[in-house]
């Protein structure tokens, strides 16, 4: 027991749900590696800590996102892998291919806009330092050489998407 006479969390269960709700971003991340895409109208919103640990990208996207980023994954995206703890892909920015490496304790916000799905995970501490790359990323072929991914919305929440969070479960 705590000074506050609340019982000592020792199980630690609300990083065990954060843990399971990264999993399902990770599932959902999978589905995308069809070579078809992701499937209908799917498509996701990935907000990520720059400076989380294990986030690995190209040295001027880390300068100019200095803290958070959003990634877009609907129908130009490459070389997506998709790992226990990890997810690696490369997006085009300002027509240039940049592959980054996005560990999903550094994730804080999953959103598929196409049904309102939205999950929000709390900020892990930051690193340091992120991990820059240096290789150039290759470039193969598109997924949908005519269609430009949508700019990262300003207001997700805005169209009023289903939110899970973690506060719904914690004691007050």
């Known amino acids: 027991m705590t000074d506050t006479g609340k019982p000592e969390d020792l199980m630690d269960y609300e990083g065990l749900a954060q843990e399971a709700l990264r999993g399902v971003v990770r599932g959902a991340l999978r589905r995308g590696l069809d070579p078809q895409g992701l499937p209908g109208a799917h498509h996701f919103y990935i907000t990520f800590k720059t400076h989380g640990p294990g ?80 290789e150039p990323a290759s470039t193969p072929a598109l997924r949908d050489a005519n269609a430009e991914p949508p700019p990262a919305p300003n207001n997700a929440e805005a169209a009023g998407p289903k939110i899970v969070s973690l506060d719904q479960f914690r004691k007050k």
């Open 55 to 134: 986030v690995s990208a190209p040295a001027d996207l880390l300068t100019r996102y200095p803290d958070e980023m959003t990634i877009v994954l609907q129908h130009q995206y490459w070389d997506l892998q998709v790992d226990e703890t990890q997810f690696a892909i490369t997006l085009k920015f300002g027509g240039q291919p940049k592959r980054m490496v996005v560990p999903y304790a550094a994730v804080t916000r999953f959103y598929d806009p196409s049904v309102q799905f939205l999950l929000q995970f709390e900020a892990t501490e930051p690193a340091s330092a992120p991990v820059v790359s240096l």
